[in-house]
């Protein structure tokens, strides 16, 4: 094995996805893709509908015209959405990591007339380190603003990140209200050879948004 510290492997990544699987005067059938450890129900993820004509989350001054608990603790399932769904209206859809429309970090996006659907959602992705830091990039959703939310980056030791642990991992808060950025973790992070490592981007304030986990990157050194 070589003393150098460097990554062993390409790193894997997992998202959180949404996808139209029906549609009718009644409302919409979606499936959801979390995390694989998320329990959805437990940490009342919830998915969003407003009325739209472009693919952009309305994040403030518009209320949904509807919402729906996510019902079951399945990283992978579906639910319907009950509203008055008329196709000449389009609309966009959020699925949030909690009861909270700004941690929505998927979204779909249904034109007028029956066009073809549009899926977005937040990554994070790139890792590069030392022994004594880790940098990631990360993707939000268009006009999201990630520092005013208070996003944040935490490190984990392991192929998951722990959102039902009460240590707090070492973290760093995004910087910049921009779409596309980086984050550089740095307090209390010792990276060391032949290990695994996970790093999180998270919707909501440490710790009461500890399990509103985006996406992941795993990698190993």
């Given at each position: 094995?070589?003393?150098?510290?460097?990554?062993?492997?390409?790193?894997?990544?997992?998202?959180?996805?949404?996808?139209?699987?029906?549609?009718?005067?009644?409302?919409?059938?979606?499936?959801?893709?979390?995390?694989?450890?998320?329990?959805?129900?437990?940490?009342?993820?919830?998915?969003?509908?407003?009325?739209?004509?472009?693919?952009?989350?309305?994040?403030?001054?518009?209320?949904?015209?509807?919402?729906?608990?996510?019902?079951?603790?399945?990283?992978?399932g579906s639910e319907?959405?009950?509203?008055?769904?008329?196709?000449?209206?389009?609309?966009?859809?959020?699925?949030?990591?909690?009861?909270?429309?700004?941690?929505?970090?998927?979204?779909?996006?249904?034109?007028?007339?029956?066009?073809?659907?549009?899926?977005?959602?937040?990554?994070?992705?790139?890792?590069?380190?030392?022994?004594?830091?880790?940098?990631?990039?990360?993707?939000?959703?268009?006009?999201?603003?990630?520092?005013?939310?208070?996003?944040?980056?935490?490190?984990?030791?392991?192929?998951?990140?722990?959102?039902?642990?009460?240590?707090?991992?070492?973290?760093?808060?995004?910087?910049?209200?921009?779409?596309?950025?980086?984050?550089?973790?740095?307090?209390?992070?010792?990276?060391?050879?032949?290990?695994?490592?996970?790093?999180?981007?998270?919707?909501?304030?440490?710790e009461a948004g500890?399990?509103?986990?985006?996406?992941?990157?795993?990698?190993?050194?």
């Amino acid at each position: 094995m070589s003393d150098k510290l460097m990554a062993s492997s390409a790193p894997t990544l997992q998202t959180t996805n949404l996808e139209l699987i029906d549609r009718s005067a009644a409302g919409i059938l979606v499936q959801y893709m979390t995390y694989d450890t998320n329990l959805p129900k437990t940490n009342k993820n919830t998915v969003y509908v407003w009325e739209a004509n472009q693919d952009v989350i309305p994040w403030t001054g518009k209320a949904p015209i509807a919402s729906k608990l996510i019902s079951k603790d399945q990283s992978i399932g579906s639910e319907e959405i009950a509203f008055d769904y008329q196709p000449e209206f389009g609309y966009i859809v959020g699925y949030s990591v909690a009861n909270d429309p700004t941690a929505i970090c998927a979204s779909l996006y249904i034109p007028a007339n029956g066009a073809d659907t549009e899926t977005k959602h937040v990554t994070v992705s790139s890792p590069t380190f030392s022994s004594d830091f880790v940098k990631v990039r990360y993707h939000v959703l268009p006009d999201y603003q990630p520092s005013t939310n208070q996003n944040w980056c935490g490190l984990w030791k392991g192929p998951a990140v722990d959102t039902r642990g009460t240590v707090q991992p070492p973290l760093a808060v995004v910087p910049f209200n921009n779409q596309d950025g980086s984050v550089t973790i740095k307090d209390g992070v010792k990276i060391t050879i032949g290990t695994t490592y996970t790093v999180g981007y998270l919707m909501l304030p440490w710790e009461a948004g500890k399990t509103s986990l985006a996406s992941t990157v795993t990698f190993s050194t």
